[in-house]
Nanobody, 124 residues
Framework: QVQLVESGGGLVQAGGSLRLSCAAS????????RGWFRQAPGKERELVAA????????SYADSVKGRFTISRDNDKNQVYLQMNSLEPDDTDVYYC?????????????????WGQGTQVTVSS
């Protein structure tokens, strides 16, 4: 059974940092595009960052550029999201996703597998 499991969320003060991790099991995701999305209640899920299978290409939402960094370790079947200079507007549930296809799409429906989400709360 394919599973993506996020960890590393929590409560942090504005200006602080968190590192999210996503562990994959049940399949080797080394050739998959990996992404991080976030979603607030009543809002659409939006792409935060995506990374190609090799790690050579990345894409970021404008709101997180320069603050967040996505990376992956294919040997460990994991993807990470380093979040620095966190702001209260970054408060959301963060989801890990995997895509079996080319490109770094921003649309959630383009991704095949999802984690259950981890809450990130940034206090002012």
């Amino acid at each position: 059974q394919v599973q993506l499991v996020e960890s590393g969320g929590g409560l942090v003060q504005a200006g602080g940092s968190l590192r999210l991790s996503c562990a994959a099991s049940g399949r080797t995701f080394s050739m998959y595009v990996r992404g991080w999305f976030r979603q607030a209640p009543g809002k659409e899920r939006e792409l935060v960052a995506a990374i190609s299978w090799s790690g050579g290409r990345t894409s970021y939402a404008d709101s997180v550029k320069g603050r967040f960094t996505i990376s992956r370790d294919n040997d460990k079947n994991q993807v990470y999201l380093q979040m620095n200079s966190l702001e209260p507007d970054d408060t959301d549930v963060y989801y890990c996703a995997a895509r079996n296809g080319a490109g770094l799409p921003t649309t959630p429906t383009e991704y095949n597998y999802w984690g259950q989400g981890t809450q990130v709360t940034v206090s002012s």
